[in-house]
């Protein structure tokens, strides 16, 4: 679960979208998304007193995204230098920015904030970013020498304050104001995985990443002034001091504190630290992380005895942190133990495998069923029950519930105020039913772990059941008890206040029919996308024209972007023979006419690729102008991969040289040699990328060089191009059956963006223009990994839609290999579709809303599906296959097994 995704659930019920879009009457009440809700009570009033109104006369007043900033006319700040944040709880923040706004206004000194307190809730509850946490108020001192002294006059305005500690930065005493280096404006630098982050600039004058990360960094050429010292040192004393626990290692983070694996010195004894911070890590009902801690000690006292449930062993307090110490338990979480395990995760599951895993599933459901049974006998309600909540012992076959921060009375029948997405409870469920609810979710989450999109519609559950019963061996019947708990109305009002996460009633469904075409019947399929993506578009809005991912709201041309934003959805539509979206086209030529400052210049990300896909739709002047902009901007500085760097504007630039007019041709053939050489430099010379695959890694790299030999007939770079996708392929491992998965952490990745699937296609490429026994191979052996039986999103650069446009496309794929993968991801494709405007649509990234852009959503599955069973197309760039070699998927409705059969 990625939590930043969180605060974007909660402006819109069906698509992603920017908090401060959300009505402030529904802020506080239409909660975020996995304990990330917001408290009825910051609703009160839609902004600060201080805050209402127009700037007072000689100051400017803007506002972007969250912040509202205040600057005096005619001041000119520094790009960098030490900033002041000052935190503040939600019972105090009101005064807090009264007494800063006054302080500023009055000594002239910039600064912005929160503006409202659903902002600043959300800011500080569970799972919002920890780096960011507790910002409410950010004072920019006009120069270095007069920092101590702003510094200085807040600490004493601010004195006997509380508020979240800011774990980016330095504390100054005890109060809310805190300090930390970086920078002012807003400038741009490649980050170590190739993305552009803030910069600050080093004394060279060349910008480095100015980190904002959840700890305290000082730029190392950057000497602390003397006045924070003390500070300094206050903060290095912190620790556990004479406590007789160690601590080991971090097992997870969230913005209310970490749990950490220790040890009691005095045994040796391995236990589990539960840290809380104060005044942040807010759930729905207000509560900050120590008054959760302080629920979970009483509940877990008042279960002493059930073997389901850890042992409180002890509490203590370290400054103004809150510790609980459990009980060790060995093993791993439900979520671990399932995803090692789940049968589909290979390609050819056996009935034997199957039918163990019914086994298994039937066995562990009961178990937690009965350990659920025995925490309502204790009288209490868990309220946050889900698989990264259950521990599983392998060895002994015990099952250990954890996390009851959430836990209440029984009797007191309270709402949900803190929920993982997959398993969150209607507004309408109260007390026990909470904990119902989640466990008909996981009846069916431990076969098909796809209750997530119950968030957008509950309905969902029925088809899931259907699909489970074809795959494997237990009855529709048997699941129907869950499948009536999710869809069951219990009559109770629902308060909107109720639940952390917006889920819909069955009959408050995204707009359309119940029944949506197959995907696999096209072109009826590509028709009902088409509706579905047409209606989603806004062009009155100036930031998105289409809903799609929350990294829309990242960067200026997020909403215009060909990955995220307009340009890749009138590329989807183009391909696939749809007719144009006019509106859309306007609404995109109108931000190509006078780009944002600070535009990045990437393919995937910005202006590059909006002005590819300009040409690419017939609007070839306007497309020039934007060029010409583009070739103005120094390309020193950027990542070589494909996605934002120099493979992506280098790809775009050859391209539109062959077809461009005489006299613009050459300052783009020459523009994208220029790019050529600094991708070939930048891989050759610089240090190792961290990113492996065709957007961010090597493999990008390859495919700017191989379509260069194409243009220039040099074969110098064929052998470079060879040598980037070795240096991916290093990055690979091999499965069991001598299969190839680029290895990202912990985790096997298959896709195309970051994936084997993105590698296989540059591979099939390069085969295009010279034969290679060994890197023909190797796309063999990276076959397989599009070939599984399921995935867990739809998306074209992380999900199954791109592994079915990679299979469709790719002439290392036997045929009966391919006809069987397609019906595969069609049918996969399927379990995901959702109604929408009377047409077909998919969700996005973490599946908890739907998404339009090509990147995550539904124009993705359009151009893959269009790939597969429509005209050839892919992504630019790559090598479509001729549609014979597609076998048509059938249109009527399924009647046979679903992936995995």
Not at 652 to 673: E, G, H, I, M
Request: hydrophobic share 45%; proline share 8%; aromatic share 6%.
């Amino acid at each position: 679960m990625n939590t930043e995704y969180a605060a974007y659930c909660q402006a819109d019920r069906f698509f992603y979208d920017a908090p401060h879009r959300t009505p402030a009457s529904d802020r506080a009440t239409d909660a975020a998304a996995a304990d990330a809700a917001v408290p009825a009570a910051t609703a009160e009033r839609s902004s600060y007193a201080a805050v209402r109104g127009p700037a007072p006369e000689g100051w400017t007043r803007s506002r972007r995204g969250d912040w509202l900033s205040y600057s005096p006319d005619g001041l000119r700040l520094p790009p960098q230098g030490w900033k002041i944040h000052v935190a503040a709880a939600l019972d105090n923040a009101s005064s807090v920015l009264d007494r800063v706004i006054a302080h500023c206004l009055e000594r002239r000194i910039a600064f912005k904030c929160l503006p409202e307190p659903g902002l600043l809730a959300l800011r500080n509850a569970k799972y919002a970013d920890r780096a960011g946490s507790g910002k409410f108020i950010t004072v920019y001192p006009p120069s270095e020498d007069a920092f101590p002294e702003v510094c200085a006059d807040l600490m004493r305005l601010l004195e006997g304050e509380h508020g979240p500690y800011i774990l980016s930065d330095l504390r100054c005493g005890d109060g809310p104001v805190h300090v930390r280096y970086g920078a002012f404006a807003a400038r741009f630098c490649s980050g170590p995985d190739g993305r552009p982050v803030p910069a600050v600039a080093d004394p060279q004058g060349r910008l480095v990443p100015d980190d904002r990360g959840p700890s305290f960094r000082v730029p190392s050429w950057v000497t602390p002034p003397d006045f924070l010292l003390p500070h300094l040192e206050a903060r290095a004393a912190v620790g556990l001091g004479d406590l007789p626990y160690t601590v080991e290692k971090a097992l997870h983070f969230s913005n209310g504190g970490g749990v950490y694996l220790g040890r009691d010195t005095r045994t040796g004894t391995r236990i589990v630290l539960k840290e809380a911070r104060p005044h942040a890590g807010l759930a729905a009902d207000g509560a900050d992380a120590v008054a959760r801690l302080e629920r979970e000690r009483s509940a877990l006292e008042q279960l002493a005895g059930l073997d389901c449930v850890p042992d409180v062993l002890d509490a203590f307090e370290v400054g103004d942190h809150h510790f609980l110490v459990l009980q060790y338990i060995p093993g791993a979480t439900l979520n671990t133990v399932f995803a090692r395990r789940f049968p589909l995760a290979r390609q050819h599951p056996t009935p034997d495998l199957l039918a163990g895993h019914h086994a298994w599933a039937e066995e562990v459901y009961g178990q937690v069923e009965r350990a659920v049974a025995a925490v309502h006998e204790r009288g209490l309600v868990i309220s946050d029950l889900h698989m990264s909540n259950v521990m599983v012992d392998e060895e002994s076959s015990r099952i250990v519930l954890l996390d009851f921060e959430a836990a209440s009375p029984l009797a007191a029948n309270r709402r949900q105020i803190v929920a993982n997405p997959a398993f969150v409870a209607p507004p309408d469920r109260r007390g026990a039913d909470i904990d119902h609810y989640a466990l008909a979710c996981l009846r069916l989450a431990l076969y098909l772990p796809l209750t997530t999109l119950f968030g957008i519609d509950r309905t969902k559950a029925a088809t899931l059941a259907r699909d489970i019963a074809r795959v494997f061996p237990v009855t529709e019947q048997a699941l129907s008890p869950a499948v009536e708990e999710i869809l069951r109305d219990t009559g109770e009002p629902a308060a909107p206040s109720s639940a952390p996460v917006a889920v819909p009633a069955p009959r408050d469904r995204p707009r359309g029919a119940a029944d949506v075409p197959d995907p696999g019947d096209w072109p009826r399929s590509r028709d009902a996308m088409v509706r579905a993506i047409t209606a989603s578009c806004t062009p009155d809005r100036e930031d998105r024209c289409f809903p799609g991912d929350i990294a829309q709201f990242a960067t200026a041309t997020g909403g215009q972007s060909f990955a995220y934003g307009a340009a890749g959805v009138l590329y989807a539509l183009h391909e696939t023979g749809a007719p144009p979206c006019a509106p859309a086209e306007e609404w995109l030529l109108r931000h190509a006419k006078d780009p944002a400052s600070g535009s990045p210049l990437g393919f995937y990300d910005g202006l590059t690729g909006i002005a590819w896909t300009l040409n690419r739709i017939g609007r070839t002047a306007e497309a020039a102008d934007l060029l010409r902009i583009v070739l103005d901007q120094p390309l020193e500085g950027l990542a070589p991969g494909l996605h934002n760097g120099y493979a992506g504007i280098g790809l775009a630039l050859d391209d539109l040289a062959r077809t461009a007019s005489a006299a613009d041709a050459p300052a783009l053939a020459d523009a994208a040699a220029r790019c050529t050489a600094l991708a070939v430099r930048a891989l050759t010379e610089g240090p190792p990328s961290p990113r492996t695959g065709l957007l961010h890694g090597a493999s990008g790299v390859a495919l700017l060089l191989i379509r260069r030999y194409a243009t220039t007939g040099d074969s110098a770079l064929l052998d470079l191009a060879a040598a980037a996708l070795r240096r991916d392929l290093e990055r690979c491992r091999a499965g069991e059956d001598g299969s190839l998965l680029v290895v990202e952490g912990k985790r096997l990745m298959p896709y195309v963006g970051a994936g084997s699937a993105g590698i296989a296609a540059v591979i099939d490429a390069y085969l295009a223009q010279r034969p290679d026994p060994d890197l023909e191979a190797a796309g063999r052996a990276l076959l397989p990994a599009a070939l599984s039986a399921f995935y867990i999103q739809p998306g074209l650069l992380r999900g199954s839609a791109g592994l079915l446009l990679h299979v469709a496309s790719t002439p290392l794929c036997e045929a009966a290999d391919r006809e069987r993968a397609l019906a595969r991801h069609t049918e996969l494709l399927a379990s995901h579709a959702m109604p929408y405007a009377d047409g077909l649509a998919f969700a996005g990234e973490q599946l908890t809303r739907l998404s339009m852009d090509l990147a995550t959503g539904t124009a993705g599955v359009l151009l893959a599906l269009g790939g597969a069973f429509g005209a050839p197309t892919t992504l630019p760039f790559l090598t479509a296959a001729a549609p014979a070699a597609h076998p048509a998927a059938p249109a009527a409705p399924r009647t046979g097994p679903v992936p995995g059969s």
